[in-house]
């Protein structure tokens, strides 16, 4: 059985390239964008820990594109979301599959292998919460990969960017006045400022608190050698565009 790599995931500049051009067509064609990135997740995760026959358990699974990528990867999968309408993304709500809250996840306490979380925590108004019961439902030696997008980086406004970076509100108010209706995203209610010191700072309390060790803490995105920027204050919050945090449950 392989074992798990206590070594950092080596990101390459072609993988990035490839992974930025996809996110051109998030808008007009989700499912080209979500299939590339949810087949490059589950090649980053299985990096970290073995799929086949584990248990994923994704915390804002949405429509199915990550259900079939760890599927196709070996792992069992089970998701949830809060948001009936992402789960029918794809048509009928697929099983093993659960509606309910991040914040208080309906899954006992040491239960699966590996819980993952992708492009959620900058959702929910409360992310370290989530955060915290994602390793709460991990065995000890299981996997949490949390992966969210970050609030100064170029798409932390989401569909209201650039203008976010004059404040969220006035980036929601702009974007109903200009498309006639209120974004997908709105700030304060479905779309919160994290940053990545707050996920730096959070990582490593776990880990002083001896519930996790930190195994990687990386831009998503970017080639493995700008791993360098997430130690430079201000830059890393322009650059970083989505933030991964590799916890092992202790």
């Not at 599927?71 to 709500?93: F, N, Q, T, W």
């Not at 004059?166 to 919160?192: D, I, M, Q």
Request: overall charge positive; charged content about 20%; some cysteine.
């Amino acid at each position: 059985m392989p074992r798990p790599s206590t070594k950092p995931f080596r990101a390459s500049l072609s993988r990035s390239v490839r992974l930025l051009r996809e996110f051109r067509h998030e808008q007009s064609d989700p499912a080209r964008f979500y299939t590339a990135l949810a087949q490059d997740s589950a090649a980053q995760v299985a990096h970290y820990t073995p799929l086949d026959s584990r248990l994923v358990f994704d915390v804002g699974g949405g429509p199915g594109y990550f259900r079939d990528a760890f599927r196709e990867a070996g792992a069992r999968y089970l998701a949830l979301d809060s948001d009936v309408g992402e789960l029918a993304g794809l048509g009928d709500i697929a099983t093993g599959t659960v509606v309910g809250s991040g914040m208080q996840l309906p899954v006992r306490t040491g239960c699966v292998d590996v819980c993952y979380s992708s492009n959620v925590l900058e959702h929910v108004a409360q992310p370290w919460t989530m955060a915290r019961e994602m390793v709460r439902v991990t065995k000890p030696g299981g996997l949490v990969f949390i992966s969210y997008t970050v609030w100064f980086g170029p798409w932390g406004g989401h569909e209201t960017a650039p203008w976010h970076f004059l404040g969220g509100a006035r980036a929601r108010r702009r974007y109903t006045r200009v498309h006639g209706h209120e974004p997908k995203n709105k700030y304060g209610e479905s779309l919160f400022p994290v940053t990545v010191a707050a996920g730096l700072r959070w990582a490593r309390e776990q880990e002083d608190a001896g519930t996790v060790d930190v195994v990687h803490l990386t831009p998503r995105y970017n080639p493995w050698w700008s791993r360098w920027m997430l130690r430079v204050p201000v830059l890393r919050e322009l650059v970083t565009w989505n933030l991964v945090l590799v916890l092992r449950r202790r």
